[in-house]
Nanobody, 115 residues
């Protein structure tokens, strides 16, 4: 059974940092991603990392967020620095397989940034 479990969210002040973790189990994955869904808005991509470690960070996170993974531990991370109130959202871990093509989601972890 495939499971993705996020942790590390919380309530912080603007300028502070958080590290999100996603524990994956049940199989190994190809691309892994972090998404977020701000209140009242649609879910949006934050960052992607391939199994080989190639990363892609979206513009609003560039320079502040770092995505990484530990394939041996089947873990995904998102280090978030200099957090802003607009980063407030539920953050979701997403994992993909290519053979077959499947897509898995965690339950999300809340990040709230106060000004």
């Amino acid at each position: 059974q495939v499971q993705l479990v996020e942790s590390g969210g919380g309530l912080v002040q603007a300028g502070e940092s958080l590290r999100l973790s996603c524990a994956a189990s049940g199989r190994t994955f190809d691309d892994m991603d972090w998404y977020r869904q701000p209140p009242g808005k649609q879910r949006e991509l934050v960052a992607t990392i391939t199994r080989g470690g190639t990363t892609n960070i979206v513009d609003f996170a560039m320079g502040r967020f770092t995505i990484s993974r530990d394939n041996a531990k089947n873990m995904l991370y998102l280090q978030m620095e200099n957090l802003k109130p607009e980063d407030t959202a539920v953050y979701y871990c997403n994992a993909e397989t290519m053979t077959p093509v499947l897509d898995y989601w965690g339950q999300g972890t809340q990040v709230t940034v106060t000004s």
